[in-house]
């Protein structure tokens, strides 16, 4: 299947589902935040207490992403191969703004996945943080912290719009993949695409949004 071009798109959207179902889960457990201190430092406290299996998920997803990139590359450089010479002018019909630029905004957030686990999840970079008495990074301090120093919300923020330009092509792709999408099917399926991917960005950049305003408050 990896040899031919449909088996690697079918790689592509199977990678794409479990990526995507992280982020939903990943941005329901970030909007805990809202519940207060208690809240999203009780959501990381069980996050942990799974222990080994917090990191076998980790790699099932780093095997998901790197996967979904290499793909995405070949693909693409399948596709400019196939037509040399381009367009003269080009006319498109169909095609949006955000599928031309897929690549682009699949590594942009590609950067971007390398700038959060430096910031959040290894604590190479911004301010210092609060350790609770179970050991555990204060959460919610953290990510208050952080998101008061513009640079830091600016690049979550610059990051959730090309999210919201991947996830807006990319659900819809998952359907035209499995051969769900025709002409009938194929407006409604778009809008779709384009509401889930707005509700996940906004939901996700909501959050430095906030804090930055001055909403979130220690």
Do not use: C
């Amino acid at each position: 299947m990896i040899r031919s071009a449909v088996g690697r798109k079918l790689f592509m959207a199977a990678t794409g589902v479990a990526l995507l179902g992280f982020v939903a889960a990943h941005l329901l457990g970030n909007l805990t935040i809202y519940l207060g201190p208690e809240g999203i430092n009780t959501y990381a406290e069980h996050l942990h207490a799974v222990g080994m299996l917090l990191w076998v998920f980790r790699a099932g997803l780093l095997i998901a992403f790197g996967l979904h990139v290499a793909f995405g590359i070949v693909l693409t450089l399948e596709n400019r191969r196939a037509r040399p010479i381009t367009y003269k002018r080009k006319n498109h019909q169909r095609s949006s703004m955000a599928g031309r630029t897929m690549i682009y905004s699949g590594a942009l957030l590609g950067i971007f996945v390398g700038f959060h686990l430096l910031h959040f999840t290894f604590h190479a970079i911004g301010p210092p943080i609060e350790v609770l008495n179970s050991g555990l990074p204060n959460v919610f301090l953290m990510i208050v912290e952080n998101f008061r120093h513009f640079g830091f919300a600016l690049a979550y923020i610059i990051a959730m719009a090309a999210l919201f330009f991947h996830l807006s092509h990319g659900f819809a792709s998952l359907f035209q993949t499995a051969g769900l999408n025709n002409d009938a099917t194929l407006p409604w399926l778009q809008r779709l695409s384009y509401v889930v991917a707005a509700l996940i960005a906004a939901g996700f950049a909501s959050i430095p949004v906030l804090i930055y305003s001055g909403l979130v408050i220690k």
